[in-house]
């Protein structure tokens, strides 16, 4: 039985991530401080765990406890609006090098982190692992690269196998209610008015369940190094606004241009994903109509 430690368990890409482990055959011991999920949506091989990973006496006890051969770390404060340039990230970067340094001594295997398209100089506007510059422009993106530089050297010290996941833009059930998609989601399904940017920046969004795939399959590879999460198709912000808008039919309450665009918004951020494709063998299940759908239908339900 392969046997993994998820953190975050509880969290946007974390929750979905329970599913498409489960499915490839992994025994998921699942570590949340916010409790399991509904009793309904437990499966066999779901383990749950209550620990504060902040806490030194907790890592140990869970690592001692569970003995992993894997772990995916995906637990991190992103609060929106907060999160870019919060101190938190550096406390963020501490506990996850603790709980990396308790998994190689508990005798783990093979490690795979949450980083960040943030870790990217976004002038470029087209990443890819190899050739674009990682000269991040805010503490959250030093904080990930910097992360992702100890976590490579430290795993090849101690002859473990580790990944790094790089997460470009996602939506799906279970957002944060201030970020973009679901602030525009939920508007619209109250007949409000949605006042936006011009809309024409260009995007790489991925549904969060292929999300939470791409991680599962990553970990289940022997691929090293950075890897970025995304689905390497670009879109207008304004044509994913105006889906959802036809979707939900009220196109007219979009306001197009009724803010302005912040100086240091790039125009372009789309993500080399050849690397995921064809190493790691991930294939995107999701097409953008089907997830926004999806996504709607949810956040319908929550309201």
Not at 108 to 121: F, I, P, Q, T
Not at 130 to 143: K, S
Not at 152 to 181: C, K, M, N, V
Request: aromatic residues 8%.
């Amino acid at each position: 039985m392969k046997k993994v430690l998820l953190t975050g368990a509880r969290g946007f890409i974390g929750a979905h991530c329970l599913d498409s482990l489960l499915d490839r055959g992994f025994e998921v011991h699942a570590v949340s401080s916010k409790g399991r999920r509904n009793e309904s949506e437990t499966r066999d091989g779901e383990i749950w765990h209550h620990a504060d990973l902040h806490n030194a006496e907790h890592l140990l006890r869970l690592m001692a406890e569970v003995k992993p051969q894997y772990l995916l770390h995906l637990a991190w404060d992103v609060t929106p609006g907060l999160y870019w340039n919060s101190l938190e990230n550096l406390r963020w970067v501490r506990t996850s090098l603790a709980l990396l340094q308790v998994f190689i001594d508990s005798g783990g295997e093979r490690a795979v982190m949450a980083g960040s398209c943030a870790e990217y100089d976004w002038s470029y506007g087209y990443c890819t692992e190899t050739q674009t510059p990682l000269t991040p422009n805010t503490l959250y993106g030093v904080c990930k690269n910097a992360l992702r530089s100890m976590v490579t050297a430290a795993g090849d010290q101690a002859q473990i196998s580790t990944a790094w996941g790089r997460i470009f833009f996602l939506y799906g059930p279970g957002e944060h209610l201030d970020r973009l998609f679901p602030s525009v989601v939920t508007s619209l399904l109250r007949g409000e008015t949605v006042p936006c940017t011009h809309g024409d920046q260009v995007r790489d969004y991925l549904y969060v369940k292929d999300v939470a795939e791409a991680f599962a399959a990553l970990l289940d590879s022997e691929v090293r190094g950075p890897v970025n999460i995304a689905s390497g198709r670009p879109i207008f912000l304004k044509d994913l606004i105006g889906l959802a808008a036809q979707i939900i039919g009220k196109p007219e309450l979009v306001r197009l241009g009724a803010l302005t665009a912040s100086e240091d918004d790039p125009p372009l951020l789309l993500a080399d994903t050849r690397k995921l494709k064809e190493a790691v063998g991930w294939e995107q299940r999701y097409e953008l109509q089907q997830g926004v759908k999806e996504t709607i239908q949810w956040w319908r339900s929550q309201l």
